[in-house]
């Protein structure tokens, strides 16, 4: 009896887990509630079609928190030092910009693409942290999303590639120097095939990272709803995985914007 009586409850936290994770119509903010999402084209030319769903909706959380902070709650006062939230975003903004493009792309190019890096970082940056509030989904587990933002990158890297370089300038970027001739159409063709193999793995990483994770505490807290007293013992693990998840909910942002300003600058300024 006891099993029955429990059975629904663990099959609504696994539902509920699901639905955290996957993207689909309806959104579950809590364990048996669900909400449907309306249904309208975004975009519809062709075979490339996108409709609004549950990850789209998170999406919009995010655009919309990023610019509640930078527009309405960020405060510069050029009498006064920074402090709470204004502090946080210059800090973050600094790092980005220092850290990030300046360190990895040089001077010039650092600071063309501080805007581009600044954005893809905070939405990356407000996405996984959102993800660790019950109520919202992981849209960072999604890998339509990651792979989508990982193409904008390989944009960036081809189009800037082509226009800084030339053709010719281009394809000599997958010529390594010094090296024998005999073994260099086979190098080169490696050098060609590493390009989407680098979008991929950026693709996969931010992806796997926040998927793993949230599963983990999915499955830890289901084991407590499953055995009850004895499965408190696991409290302690959730407690860790879950603050893990906050630090990896950062690392992911930074790594993925880190490694696009690496791929970009290898285009852009190989000799770099």
């Known amino acids: ?134 109520i919202f989904g992981t849209a960072m587990a999604n890998v339509n999303i990651t792979g989508s933002l990982a193409l904008l990158t390989l944009a960036i890297m081809l189009i800037g590639g082509l226009a800084v370089n030339g053709v010719v300038g281009f394809f000599k970027i997958f010529l390594p120097p010094n090296v024998p001739k005999p073994i260099l159409p086979l190098l080169f063709v490696i050098e060609i095939a590493n390009v989407p193999i680098r979008i991929f793995a950026l693709t996969i990483r931010l992806f796997a990272n926040m998927f793993g994770g949230h599963m983990v505490i999915g499955i830890l807290i289901g084991l407590i709803i499953a055995f009850g007293g004895w499965g408190m013992l696991t409290f302690p693990l959730i407690l860790f995985v879950y603050v893990l998840e906050v630090l990896v909910a950062f690392l992911q942002a930074y790594i993925f914007t880190m490694l696009s300003a690496v791929f970009i600058t290898g285009m852009l300024h190989p000799e770099h």
Request: glycine share 6%.
């Open 1 to 134: 009896m006891a099993a029955e009586s429990a059975a629904p409850t663990i099959d609504e936290l696994g539902e509920y887990v699901v639905h955290h994770l996957m993207d689909g119509q309806r959104w579950s903010p809590f364990p048996g509630v669900h909400l449907e999402v309306p249904r309208f084209m975004l975009l519809n030319v062709g075979a490339l079609q996108m409709g609004t769903s549950f990850h789209v909706l998170m999406l919009f959380f995010a655009v919309a928190l990023i610019a509640l902070c930078f527009i309405v709650f960020y405060k510069k006062d050029a009498t006064k030092a920074p402090r709470g939230l204004t502090n946080a975003l210059e800090y973050l903004v600094v790092f980005v910009r220092n850290e990030v493009c300046l360190k990895t792309m040089g001077e010039h190019w650092g600071r063309k693409f501080t805007p581009y890096m600044l954005t893809l970082f905070f939405f990356i940056f407000f996405l996984n942290y959102m993800s660790l509030v019950p």
